[in-house]
C-alpha cells in the first residue's frame, strides 16, 4: 500500500509559476513509477506528465511539453511538478499517481494508487 499526499496547488495569475509536490508513505518509494493527472470541471481526467522508477525517463502531454517539468527526489520519497508559464486552461484538480511498476506510462488505468488532489487555479 502507499499513501500519495499532494500539495502546493493555489491560485496564480496566468504567466505565473507553480509547484506541485507529492509525498508517499508506505511501501518503498523508487520501487514505483510515478505520475501526474488533471481534471478540470465537466472534463475527463487527462495525463500531464509522467516518470520511471530511477527519474531518468519522462513523458509529458503535447499540451504541457516544455512549459512543465516532473522530477523525484527518492530520498525524500517526493515527486514534484514545476509549472510555469501557467495558463487558464491549466486550471484543474491535479492529482499524483503511482503504478507497481519500473516504467512510466500515460494510461491513468495503469496506475494502482492516487493521492487525493490538489487545486490549481490560474486566472486571466
Known amino acids: 500500500q502507499v499513501q500519495l499526499v499532494e500539495s502546493g496547488g493555489g491560485l496564480v495569475q496566468a504567466g505565473g509559476s507553480l509547484r506541485l509536490s507529492c509525498a508517499a508513505s508506505g511501501r518503498t518509494f523508487s520501487r514505483y513509477a510515478m505520475g501526474w493527472f488533471r481534471q478540470a470541471p465537466g472534463k475527463e481526467r487527462e495525463f500531464v506528465a509522467a516518470i520511471n522508477w530511477t527519474g531518468g525517463s519522462t513523458y509529458y502531454a503535447d499540451s504541457v511539453k516544455g512549459r512543465f517539468t516532473i522530477s523525484r527526489d527518492n530520498a525524500k520519497n517526493t515527486m514534484y511538478l514545476q509549472m510555469n508559464s501557467l495558463k487558464p486552461e491549466d486550471t484543474a484538480v491535479y492529482y499524483c499517481?503511482?503504478?507497481?511498476?519500473?516504467?512510466?506510462?500515460?494510461?491513468?488505468?495503469?496506475?494502482?494508487?492516487w493521492g487525493q488532489g490538489t487545486q490549481v487555479t490560474v486566472s486571466s
Open positions: 499517481a503511482a503504478r507497481g511498476g519500473l516504467g512510466a506510462r500515460r494510461d491513468s488505468g495503469e496506475y494502482d494508487y
